[in-house]
Structure formats: structure tokens, C-alpha cells
């Protein structure tokens, strides 16, 4: 009973100092929490005023220093300004020029003929038909390309034509010379001139200038041989009536010859 007591009143006296110790604890939490606030376990975020640009200012460059470093900026590549076009504007493509599907460039190494002074008038002639026959080859080929509307290879072929004819021209030229002087080398009267073996056109040529040389020399007729037409196509003489004609245009009278109807007298009076 003695030491039951005891324990009672220990007992007791535990219970009541433990309220008492918990009032003390939460009074010491409590002053403790009004001199600093509590923290927390969460980040605290205190905000900072706002940072003013710093505005840079040029220094010059002491020669003592060296200028600071700047990185370099990637340069931009050059753009081409995209041209306006108007939704109004419908674009127009120009027509491709038509071509002949056939057409191909012709050959244009006509070269100048080179003349043999000692070539014969027959083989001149027949160098000069062949000519003739080109030109009139290229141009047949130039009209038929311009009636297909292929101007340039009409215009080519034309070229090449008139390269030909300027060869013809020439070797004609050089034979009807040859055959002029054939012709009057036997003839002494300087009154007679021979026109036979000759194209019309040439003999027009040395007819102008033997009337021209006897009303020169003051002679009072002139003696014109122009061929029976042998030599023509179906013999049929061309030279004496252009001749005839040639006389009558400048003022001239003419007539045949009595003895030979291949031969004309002309009064140069």
C-alpha cells in the first residue's frame, strides 16, 4: 500500500505536467514564429526590378588596344526582286517560224569559174549551158520554198542561183568574144562587121558599137552578116530581124542584101 501511493501520485503528477508541457512548447513555437516567419519547404520567389539596356556607346580604338571582337554576320545571299505582272496581262508566245519537214540546207560552194584563155568557144558554151541550168535549178527550188513559207532557205537558193548566172554571164562573155574575133578576122573593110554564131543580146552589143565606130569614122554605110539561121532551132534566123529592128529604132535604114539574104545594109546617114 506504501509504494502504491507513490506510484499513484506520480502518476498523477505526470498527467498534469503534461498539458502544462505541451502549453509551454506551443507558447515558445508561437513567440518564436512572430520574431522570423516560418519557411517553407516550397521556393521562395522574390522579384527583381527590371534591367535597362545598356546602351553602347563608339570608343574609338586606342592604337595601344585593339578594337573588341564582334562576330562576324552571315552575309545574305542576293535576291532578285520578283517582277509585278498584272492579272490582266495574258502572256503572248511568239509563233515558231514553220519549216518544211523536207527542207535542208543547200550547198553553197559556188566558187568563181576560173577561165582558160586558150580554151576553145564551143567548150566555154557548154560550161556556160551547164551554169545556166543550176540557176535555173535553184531558182524553181527557191520559189517552190517560198510558196511553203520557208523564206530562208528561198533566200539561200536565190543566192545560190545568182552565183550561177554570174558564172554563166561570164563564160558566155568570154566565148562570144573568141567567136567576135573569129568572125572578123578575115574581113579587111572596116564597113563589114560578122555577128553570125552569136546570142541575140551580144550581137546587139557589137552592132551598137560598129554603127557607133563607122558614123566615127564617116562612113556612109555598114555591112552586117547575121546568118541565114543554120544555126538556129528549126532554122529560123534571130539575129536579123533584132537587128532589123535595132536599125529602125535608132533612125537607121535597112535592107537586105540582093546577094545574100544572110547579109543586112545598114545607111549611116
Known amino acids: 500500500m506504501q509504494k502504491f501511493i507513490p506510484s499513484v501520485l ?4 505526470a498527467l498534469f505536467n503534461g498539458p502544462a508541457w505541451l502549453l509551454r512548447k506551443a507558447i515558445s513555437i ?15 520567389y522574390q522579384l527583381s526590378p527590371p534591367r535597362r539596356p545598356a546602351v553602347e556607346s563608339y570608343q574609338t580604338p586606342s592604337p595601344l588596344r585593339p578594337p573588341p571582337h564582334r562576330p562576324s554576320r552571315r552575309p545574305l ?5 520578283t517582277p509585278f505582272v498584272s492579272p490582266d496581262v495574258v502572256p503572248v508566245t511568239a509563233p ?3 519549216r518544211s519537214p523536207t527542207a535542208r540546207a543547200p550547198d553553197f560552194d559556188v566558187a568563181p569559174v576560173v577561165i582558160d584563155p586558150d580554151e576553145e568557144p564551143a567548150s566555154l558554151r557548154l560550161k556556160a549551158r551547164n551554169e545556166g541550168e543550176q540557176m535555173d535549178k535553184c531558182f524553181k527550188e527557191s520559189k517552190e520554198a517560198r510558196a511553203g513559207n520557208d523564206r530562208q532557205r528561198a533566200g539561200q537558193l536565190s543566192q545560190k542561183g545568182g552565183a550561177h548566172k554570174e ?3 561570164r563564160l558566155d562573155k568570154e ?11 578575115k574581113h579587111r573593110s572596116t564597113n563589114t562587121v560578122d555577128l553570125h554564131r552569136l546570142y541575140v543580146q551580144e550581137a546587139l552589143f557589137y552592132f551598137n558599137d560598129a554603127v557607133q565606130g563607122g558614123q566615127d569614122r564617116g562612113e556612109s554605110s555598114l555591112r552586117v552578116i547575121v546568118g541565114k539561121g543554120n544555126h ?3 532554122n529560123i534566123p534571130k539575129i536579123k530581124p533584132a537587128i532589123q529592128d535595132r536599125a529602125g529604132s535608132l533612125g537607121l ?6 546577094r545574100n539574104d544572110g547579109c543586112l545594109v545598114v545607111s549611116l546617114n
Open 167 to 169: 558564172n554563166m554571164e
Open 96 to 98: 515558231r517560224p514553220h
Open 10 to 13: 506520480w502518476a498523477l503528477g
Open 253 to 258: 535604114h535597112v535592107e537586105v542584101d540582093p
Open 175 to 185: 566565148a562570144s568574144a573568141k567567136i567576135f574575133q573569129e568572125n572578123n578576122r
Open 232 to 234: 538556129s532551132e528549126n
Open 77 to 81: 545571299l542576293p535576291t532578285q526582286p
Open 30 to 44: 508561437f513567440n518564436d514564429w512572430n520574431k522570423s516567419p516560418p519557411t517553407s519547404d516550397l521556393p521562395s
